[in-house]
């Protein structure tokens, strides 16, 4: 088992540009979430998603940042264009509602770090 | 409103000594309350939830919900324990808020 994968691992990029990361949850996994995590700070919810339906969205900036779950599966979140404040690691995770003991109880990715020039 | 306070950045001990990273919560409700931890270069992950009331590598942790805390303990450090911990609180959305987070370091 692979865990949460999440590609790329690493982007730099100048200000004004788009950028997508990637996320493909545990098998089996209905819920993902995408957090982001500044420096010096714990992660904070950006989006999750019940199957491919977003139910909570409340703290994605929409203005800048869009999220998609096709299929129920993989994930990828956009921000176009990126701004210097946007620099941080964006971590996805999944979890199973189907289990006692996987509610609530996340697995984390290893987070694409974003360096904006 | 909903909120997880760490009020420890930093805590360092030696090796043997007794650990408490404490964890104060804000939130109306009944709370569901865990800890997860991430090693040096590896992924965040559970240490431990309330509700399972078990103890992770020596590692236990009880709700309060008089002083509004679920501290985390262990009497006796592991230089192995070094990493980074961080308090989360599960709302009535199923949104799970962190807290900054605590660095120990545990020296040898």
């Known amino acids: 088992e692979a865990g949460v994968v999440q590609s790329p691992r690493y982007k730099i990029i100048e200000k004004k540009q788009p950028v997508a990361f990637w996320c493909n949850p545990i098998?089996?996994?209905?819920?993902l979430y995408w957090y982001l995590q500044n420096l010096g700070q714990g992660p904070e919810l950006l989006i999750r998603y019940e199957n491919e339906e977003a139910v909570d969205d409340s703290q994605l900036p929409k203005d800048r940042f869009s999220a998609e779950r096709l299929k129920g599966v993989d994930s990828t979140l956009k921000i176009q264009p990126a701004e210097l404040g946007d620099s941080a690691v964006y971590l996805c995770a999944s979890s199973s509602s189907f289990t006692d003991s996987g509610a609530n109880v996340l697995t984390f990715g290893a987070g694409s770090r974003l360096t904006v020039l | 409103a909903q909120r997880v306070t760490q009020p420890e950045k930093l805590l360092s001990v030696f090796k043997g000594a007794p650990v408490e990273l404490k964890c104060n919560y804000s939130?109306?409700?009944?709370?569901?309350l865990f800890w997860y931890v991430q090693y040096s270069r590896q992924r965040l992950q559970l240490l431990l939830r309330h509700i399972s009331r078990e103890s992770i590598k020596g590692f236990t942790a009880d709700l309060n919900k008089g002083e509004t805390s679920f501290h985390l303990k262990k009497p006796f450090a592991q230089e192995e324990d070094s990493a980074m911990y961080y308090c989360?609180?599960?709302?009535?959305?199923?949104?799970?808020?962190f807290g900054t987070g605590t660095r120990l370091q545990v020296f040898p």
């Open positions: 939130y109306s409700g009944s709370p569901e």
């Open positions: 989360a609180l599960k709302d009535n959305t199923d949104k799970l808020i």
């Open positions: 098998s089996g996994h209905n819920t």
